[in-house]
């Protein structure tokens, strides 16, 4: 039931191999995770770096609210987000999301809720540096 | 007796500040905060508001000790 803010990098692949969901093993039949990248493209121009701004302590809140929801909603065994922020450069890991549970539907369905909910209710904010500008990301692009 | 407020992102560049501590005095909703946080500009759609760390409305009554938070639509997350 893990929820942290990285300013750091940090590598997807080693967090899922190094963490022990929750729960008795033996009853989870499916785990889904989402790892969403920078792309150094973003509305038709090139993006050199990018700015993750974020609201301490309210993110953290918000982001704890979406699991929880989500955890009930869908009786996760277990259910872990990392999300980056600060200087980003493309092909960075910016966020992982991770739903356990006894079956896939249930896996598969609370992991794309995380992912789409987090990106309409926790306080985060993207700046891009393309060239010699920079510009504030202004909506999400269409899943 | 006052109200801790927090500007995020293209807000606290277009209004030139991160924030402020305010007199409580005379302020009874987050749409009082934004009055004197930005006198000129109306709170519409593009402004969201948190009181104490949660989503709120403008109307939404704040007190002596409240953060008050302003900012734009969110954009996180990724893929």
Known sequence: ?143 | MSIQVKIFASLRERLGSDGMELPVDGIRTVADVWARVAPEQPLGGQVLMAVNMDYAQADQPVSDGDEVAFFPPVTGGAG
């Open chain 1, 1 to 143: 039931m893990t929820v942290r803010i990285s300013a750091e990098p940090f590598d997807p692949y080693a967090e899922l191999a190094a963490y022990t969901p929750r729960g008795a093993a033996n009853r989870i039949g499916a785990a889904a995770t989402f790892i969403g990248f920078m792309r150094d493209l973003n509305e038709g121009d090139e993006v050199a770096a990018m700015e993750l701004e974020h609201y301490p302590g309210m993110t953290e809140k918000a982001l704890e609210k979406l699991r929880d929801e989500a955890v009930t909603r869908w009786q996760l065994t277990d259910a872990l987000v990392i999300h980056r922020v600060g200087a980003l450069s493309p092909t960075d890991p910016i966020v992982l999301v991770a739903a356990w549970s006894a079956h896939r539907a249930a896996a598969l369905d609370a992991c794309r809720f995380l992912i789409e909910e987090l990106k309409t209710r926790a306080p985060f904010w993207k700046k891009e540096r393309l060239g010699d500008r920079e510009r504030w990301v202004e909506h999400n692009t269409p899943g």
